[in-house]
């Protein structure tokens, strides 16, 4: 990305503001109480479509549509609002937003690579939802890209375990905001990674976030990520 891991962002979560989840709304609403852009969660219907999707189904009329197991003729006949990753990018770069692209298969990440290549948005883009080592395997398999490792847990050794982040050329780390502590975040941002946090409204955790470094903030809220503090957007 064209910018240092000392630049906090206000990232928009898949139903923010209210808005129905994984639609071009919720991504609008974000927008325009001052995001600086949003987590697109996707997935890979039956015929091979990039569509956002946070479960891996969608539930109509109480019955699951699985993504896998279904077309996106078969899916958006049930479900109108189902957005393609091609049409949240063009949404996207329409106000120049950064993305952090959350996998639920390693493999997508091939197919959104491509799109992401031929809209020149690659360096604007962090994948992440990866555990250790799917991140590390992605990280080999296609240097351009930046990803990073999400953590399940906090680790016994912070400074070990970033430095190993680093060795195998990870963009960064992502997790719950209770495991981004002091001691991990500094290390991480001195050995030049990112950090990104999950999802959280809370006022006071939100601004904890922001005094630590975190560079990409997730949040259901933008608006009270971003009340009463400078602009962050690089």
Known sequence: ?????????????????????????????????????????VDTTQDGITILCAKGSYHVAGEALSVHENSFETLRSTYPKLVSLGQALELVRSYSGKMGIELHDPLTAAQVRVSLRCSEYLNHAYF????????????????????????????EDPVTFVRGAQRLGLFGLRAEPELLTETLCSEALRCGLFLASTETDDPAVLHSLVTRGVNFIETNRPDLALAGQPDYQA
């Open 128 to 155: 992440c939802g990866l555990r250790p080592q799917q991140a590390a395997a992605l990280a080999a398999a296609y240097p351009d890209l930046q990803v990073m490792v999400d953590l399940p847990l906090s680790p």
């Open 1 to 41: 990305m064209r910018y240092s891991n000392r630049t906090s962002f206000i990232l928009s979560t898949t139903d923010a503001m209210g808005q129905p989840a994984c639609s071009l709304e919720a991504i609008m609403a974000g927008h325009a109480v001052g995001a600086h852009g949003c987590i697109l969660p």
